[in-house]
């Protein structure tokens, strides 16, 4: 499973994120909570879609994590094949 995670300047770590979506894909995140917990994707590819959506509209460092192995990813062209 591929979570979003955001750059937390305030307590410097990256956090999970609950990604908003409408008609045209992502258009928003926020910080995951227990009631909206992060929103995970099954492919990497699908995920780095969604943060790519996103980098318009937010300031943030966002980055896909493999929540398998733990690694972070900021590039498409990073992502293992499936």
Not at 12 to 17: P, Q
Not at 28 to 44: I, M, N, Q, R, Y
């Amino acid at each position: 499973m591929y979570r979003i995670q955001i750059w937390n300047e305030e307590v410097r770590s990256y956090k999970d994120a609950h990604v908003v979506f409408d008609h045209i894909g992502a258009v928003g995140l926020k910080a995951a909570t227990s009631e909206e917990p992060a929103t995970e994707w099954v492919t990497g590819d699908q995920a780095m879609q969604a943060c790519e959506d996103l980098t318009d509209r937010i300031d943030d460092v966002c980055c896909v994590l493999d929540t398998a192995t733990g690694r972070r990813y900021f590039d498409l062209a990073d992502l293992p094949g499936e």
